[in-house]
């Protein structure tokens, strides 16, 4: 039987975890599953990986790299940057309606990253990671577009992010086609605004 190098077997058993969390749940995913999924020992994942919670970092980082890579792919080269946010914010929200089960996925594995002390961590550096593609991409069609930013791109991607998982987390307890535009319209809107300084801040009354 041909050797198969550790760099070679990762991408197989981010893919078999994938193929296994998606269909049966994150709680599923134990290396024992996983390792049974791709038909190997389950020694080849520890020897792959280490630790299941570094695989699970990898299927995080996997799945959050192909929704880049999407949205970077639709970012137009010749439109302002309304037109722009519009523009990746739509791409961004077609996997979700076309790909529904990696971001229930990634959300899985969000959740479970909150109650497991040793996957903190992991999720503190997705998030930090996402973040900041996230203010990247935001930079680049301000200055592709020559738009002064108002606020800072970091700013812009906080409230970006925290917008669409919200809408994201409602379309896949109930999707309504309606609200969601509604809802994408808005926070295309906000952002825009955020980031043209034309988005006044609101005092909020004691807690």
Do not use: C
Not at 72 to 81: C, L, N, Q, Y
Not at 171 to 178: Q, S, Y
């Amino acid at each position: 039987m041909a050797h198969v190098t550790a760099a070679e077997r990762r991408p197989q058993l981010i893919e078999a975890a994938i193929a296994l969390m998606t269909r049966e749940g994150v709680a599923a995913g134990s290396t024992r599953a996983i390792a049974a999924e791709l038909g190997v020992a389950q020694a080849t994942v520890h020897y792959t990986f280490g630790t299941k919670e570094d695989l699970y970092r990898a299927v995080m980082e996997r799945l959050t790299g192909d929704l880049v890579a999407h949205v970077k792919e639709s970012a137009p080269g010749d439109a302002g940057f309304a037109e722009s946010i519009a523009a990746m914010t739509a791409a961004l929200w077609r996997t979700v309606r076309e790909q529904p089960e990696s971001h229930q996925l990634l959300t899985e594995l969000s959740m479970l990253a909150l109650r497991t002390p040793n996957l903190r961590e992991v999720l503190e550096t997705h998030n930090r990671e996402v973040t900041a593609v996230t203010a990247r991409l935001v930079a680049e069609a301000a200055e592709r577009t020559g738009q002064r930013l108002a606020a800072p791109a970091t700013a812009v991607a906080n409230h970006f992010l925290a917008s669409f998982d919200g809408l994201t987390l409602q379309h896949l307890a109930l999707p309504d086609e309606e609200a969601e535009r509604i809802g994408l319209q808005t926070l295309v809107s906000s952002v825009v605004a955020l980031a043209d300084g034309t988005l006044k801040p609101v005092t909020l009354p004691e807690a």
